[in-house]
């Protein structure tokens, strides 16, 4: 039975781990450009359709000869046009599908909306631990002040009693493995914000081990030179001895330099593959660290980062307006605490980056919880792992590229597949709104939007959706969608006025005329998966001649079902129509890329 004292210094909201874990609490807001995009056009068809709705219900029941069950069906088929039922899930589903996709790849996806965001960063914050270096380190020389044997029995000592387990601690226990005596009365373990350790002795010794700058203060000036000289080629950390019981809060003045311990970092053999790779993407990369920026600079340059002279000191700025300063302006940002991390990544995002963060330890996980998008690797700790959104399960950074690719595959993808949706529930609104006040009936039967929906749109998206695509994302999702939807919307619109304008001159019956709107729309809906399935490629080419060949079958064949009607009297009409429509098309497509061209113009 061992009798030992304890000495509590912060209990409750004082303690630092206490503040660690209530930065990490809150909920963040998903930063997903394309589920606030597709949240907003819920929310207003969501508004307008119960309005339209009924405006156009009256409307239909108080035309001649018409029943309220001709009413409703009229009513029902352009609510249904409206609504772009299976976004959603189909947006789901190909983020689900994603998700198992980087399984295979060894990262776990822990918020699915993540991997669009990933795809989308443009500043990269790196801890090196882990990413860049393997988180292992050796020690690779020691040089002693007084004594070799004095210096090598004291690292034996604080090697056998130390219970740190962090990579210097671990290099030192490895190297200097030897079992000696000696009687602990206190021990102080390291921590990133004092960047020191320490054991006091029975015999009257405490011996310090850390960074030369934290250990050393007022006497670091006289070995200045000495330990510059060796971090330009290794991790420096220096050996100190005192007579005085140590104290957690603040070291004793008479601290004694024995010496210094040379490390070296082991780099990830795919690193400088890695950071060549988002360097070629746009992307910035910053190497965030709590050791002496000389180190991490080397460690930089090892790893193939151009910009690994442009450091910075952050011990050495007082203020987080002193940090958003030069946040954009440095690459590598050495001696840097949890908190000033944090700091770090609210100036890139205020200064408009989307930001990714990569760490491994407890001391980052504000700095993941900030940021947009947070990587922890596997091999870290839980803390870190808990808070990030994505896990590499190999702890191997080299996964990231694949991230980045599947977050474009699944963005540039739904993008395409949302165009198709949104066309439909962009001219159905459009043509509900101008039924309200036109004296015709409405030109669709729900069954028939059936037809278009299932060739136009269902099958379509669903393959476009899942194929393979690596094209940079250009633009806003939503701009984007727009962009390519608007014509095809505006041009159905176009065809249905006319064709309304033409039967209530000409007289041609419903049947006749409902059956004509579906082809021109029909038709639209081609030209429109033409558009975006340029380039073609062999899935393409398949996918257009087959939903062709389906529309064909089906309104040949089933013809009774889907409430079409083949006439060979307005033939002429019909092909004069199509033409119109192509040049419609082209015509809006063309005004479209100009309008929004112009509009990012000025908005840059």
């Not at 019956?509 to 059956?515: C, L, Q, V």
């Not at 340029?534 to 996918?543: D, G, K, V, Y």
Request: proline residues 3%; hydrophobic residues 45%.
């Amino acid at each position: 039975m061992v009798d030992a004292n304890g000495k509590v210094e912060h209990i409750g909201n004082e303690n630092y781990t206490y503040k660690i874990s209530k930065e990490a609490k809150y909920v963040k807001k998903i930063n997903s450009e394309i589920m606030k995009s597709l949240n907003k056009i819920i929310k207003i068809v969501s508004i307008i359709i119960i309005p339209i709705g009924a405006l156009l219900f009256f409307n239909q029941l108080g035309l001649e000869e018409n029943t309220i069950k001709n009413a409703v069906v009229n009513t029902v088929a352009a609510l249904i046009g409206m609504i772009p039922e299976g976004l959603i899930l189909l947006t789901s589903t190909v983020l689900a599908v994603s998700v198992i996709r980087l399984s295979k790849n060894k990262v776990l996806v822990q918020e699915l909306y993540c991997i669009e965001t990933l795809a989308r960063v443009d500043t990269l914050c790196l801890d090196k631990t882990g990413t860049i270096t393997e988180g292992k380190m050796e020690v690779a020389n020691y040089i002693y002040e007084n004594s070799k044997e004095e210096m090598e029995q004291i690292l034996y000592l604080l090697a056998t009693y130390s219970q740190d387990n962090n990579g210097t601690m671990d290099a030192i226990k490895e190297t200097f493995n030897k079992k000696v005596k000696g009687e602990v009365i206190k021990e102080i373990p390291f921590s990133s914000d004092k960047k020191w350790s320490g054991i006091s002795f029975k015999n009257g010794e405490s011996y310090i081990l850390g960074a030369p700058e934290y250990v050393l203060k007022e006497q670091f000036k006289n070995y200045k030179e000495k330990i510059e000289e060796q971090i330009q080629d290794y991790r420096v950390v220096v050996l100190a001895r005192s007579h005085t019981v140590l104290n957690k809060k603040v070291l004793p003045k008479d601290i004694e330099y024995l010496g210094m311990i040379l490390l070296t970092d082991s780099i990830r053999p795919q690193a400088k593959q890695t950071l060549q790779y988002f360097k070629q993407q746009g992307v910035t990369v910053k190497l965030i660290s709590g050791d002496n920026p000389i180190t991490v600079a080397k460690i930089a340059k090892h790893a193939g980062l151009k910009e690994y002279k442009n450091y910075i000191d952050c011990s050495k700025l007082q203020t987080e307006g002193e940090l958003k300063k030069v946040a954009n302006q440095y690459t590598i940002f050495g001696r840097v605490t949890p908190i000033q991390k944090k700091q770090l990544i609210v100036a890139l995002k205020e200064q408009g980056h989307t930001v990714a963060m990569t760490g491994d330890g407890v001391n980052d996980v504000i700095a993941l919880k900030e940021a947009d998008c947070s990587i922890a690797i596997a091999s870290g700790s839980d803390a870190a792992r808990n808070v990030a959104q994505i896990v590499l399960l190999d702890s191997n950074f080299k996964s990231m590229p694949k991230i980045v690719a599947e977050g474009r595959r699944t963005i540039n993808n739904i993008e395409r597949s949302a165009s198709l949706f949104l066309s439909k529930t962009i001219y159905a609104s459009i043509l509900a709104i101008i039924f309200v006040f036109a004296h015709m009936p409405y030109p669709f039967m729900p069954v028939q939007l059936s037809l278009i929906a299932l060739v136009c749109i269902g099958i379509p998206s669903f393959i476009l959706a899942l194929e393979p695509n690596k094209e940079r994302i250009k633009g806003r999702f939503i701009q984007n969608v727009i962009s390519k939807s608007m014509p095809a919307s505006i041009t159905t619109v176009v065809n249905i006025v006319i064709i309304a304008i033409i039967s209530w001159y000409v007289g041609i019956p419903n049947e006749i005329y409902s059956t004509i709107c579906v082809i021109l729309t029909v038709l639209t809906g081609f030209i429109l998966i033409f558009k975006i399935s340029r380039p073609f490629n062999l899935l393409r080419t398949i996918l257009l001649v087959s939903m062709i060949i389906l529309f064909i079958t089906c309104f040949i064949i089933l013809k009774d079902w889907f409430s079409v009607v083949i006439t060979t009297q307005y033939v002429q009409l019909v092909f004069l129509l199509c033409v119109i429509t192509i040049a419609n098309f082209m015509i809006l497509d063309y005004i479209t890329n100009r309008v929004l061209k112009k509009g990012e113009k000025y908005a840059n």
